[in-house]
């Protein structure tokens, strides 16, 4: 394994059995594209592991943290540590985004920064974790990555997810929840690299438009725009 692998291993706390789960882990689509021509030998099947992981070891965490909280809290306090915001941010501190291996054209693109690339490779590294030393090591690292960052949502200190954040405000509104829906109006580029457009509407009006790699993540950034746009109105 390579020294820069090993800095890697130093910053998370846990040494591969496995050093080639690291490295796809590690692995852009993008990269992987140019090095065999397949996208899939990149690190997204990783990352569909890892995200599935991280939410039941950070459930467990805040639910023996917080025994008295309701299931709402504990809901939405899960909801703005794995984010995709969050989870970046966590990735970037540590410097866990510059051991990545992008593609030429990523790279130059910024790709290195892209909330959506840097927190899908870091649950890509949890997911190869729990093949490589189960479900323990997996805890174990992500409590280390993490640590700051639930600290943070416990202090009432970590920026809410976007969409929680605007249902809350149509509510005060006297806005229903039922009332908000989120449309998916397009999407483009190849099947491994697609980029997604989301709308947010309430009442049959356009509040936001967004967009992401994944759905969910369009979704959110329509929620942003919806609230950006609402604080400029001075409606928040």
Known sequence: MNSSAKDLEKIIGYEFRDAALLERALTHSSRA????GDPQDGNERL????????????????????????????????ASIVCERSLSQASKALGINEF??????????????RDSIVSDGLEALFG???????????????????????????EGRLFRDAKTELQEVLQKQGVSGCDIEYVITGESGPDHNKLFEAAVCSSGR???????????????????A???????????
């Open 47 to 78: 990352e569909f592991l890892g995200d599935a992981v991280l939410e039941e070891i950070v459930s467990t965490w805040l639910y023996l943290c917080l025994p008295e909280d309701p299931e709402g809290r504990l809901t939405k306090l899960r």
């Open 206 to 224: 356009e509040l936001g438009r967004g967009c992401g790699r994944t759905k969910q993540a369009a979704q959110a950034a329509a929620a942003s």
């Open 33 to 36: 594209n140019e090095l065999s």
């Open 226 to 236: 919806a609230l950006e746009s609402m604080s400029g109105r001075g409606q928040r």
């Open 100 to 113: 990545l291996r992008l593609g030429h054209g990523e790279e130059l693109s910024g790709g290195r920064d």
């Open 128 to 154: 190869a974790v729990f093949l490589d030393g189960g479900h323990e090591a997996a805890g174990s690292v992500i409590r280390t990555v993490l640590s700051d960052t639930v600290k943070k949502g416990l």
